[in-house]
């Protein structure tokens, strides 16, 4: 069994952030392939679904962002799923939005939510999918305001062909296995 964890934080006025594009790709893969329906458990909303011959947990953990790691960690337990198995997609500004990058076994490269999974697992030998949201225009900004405002309009507008993508690389993900899916799919936009 694999576990699909997305990040973000809960509530309607955090949805359509950028820090949320972990909930918004592991809802849109879940709209794809499975009936969309989430069960609240291990302070996460969990569906379960079939890609190919192949079972799956999506999680939402529902402990913000901070300290998602709490709920993975308990998720991993009941369910018995080794961290080989889990892959977490969350937002990064160090590449440009509408980038893809699958990488594994990496530092937390400054993001709280997965710092907390690391310290909850003590491990970091799981699969990353790391989403890009870009930097701010200006670079004065605070990182963590910018990641909590909505996407722009015209953003939002491109999100839909990009999620689709996504879902695209996580079923080859799930299929045929993390080097596919990274040959197949790594892209930075611009480069």
Avoid at 4 to 19: A, D, Q
Avoid at 87 to 96: C, G, N, Q, R, T
Avoid at 104 to 112: E, F, K, M, P, W
Wanted: proline share 3%; glycine share 8%; hydrophobic share 35%.
């Amino acid at each position: 069994m694999k576990l699909i964890v997305g990040l973000g934080n809960p509530g309607s006025k955090y949805m359509m952030t950028r820090h949320n594009i972990g909930f918004m790709a592991a809802d849109h893969f879940n709209n794809s392939f499975g009936d969309g329906q989430y069960k609240k458990e291990h302070k996460a909303e969990i569906a379960k679904i079939r890609v190919g011959s192949n079972q799956i947990l999506i999680a939402k953990p529902q402990t913000f962002m901070n300290l998602s790691g709490e709920s993975v960690q308990k998720i991993m337990s009941f369910y018995d799923v080794e961290p080989e198995n889990i892959l977490v997609i969350h937002d990064e500004i160090e590449i440009p939005f509408l980038s893809i990058r699958y990488q594994t076994a990496r530092g937390h490269g400054g993001h709280n939510g997965i710092r907390n999974i690391h310290q909850m697992l003590s491990s970091n030998k799981y699969d990353r999918l790391r989403l890009g949201v870009g930097r701010p225009e200006n670079p004065k900004m605070d990182v963590a305001s910018y990641v909590l405002q909505n996407f722009l309009d015209i953003e939002v507008e491109e999100l839909k062909d990009y999620l689709d993508t996504v879902s695209k690389s996580l079923e080859t993900y799930i299929c045929d296995g993390f080097q596919k899916a990274a040959t197949n799919f790594n892209f930075v936009k611009g480069k």
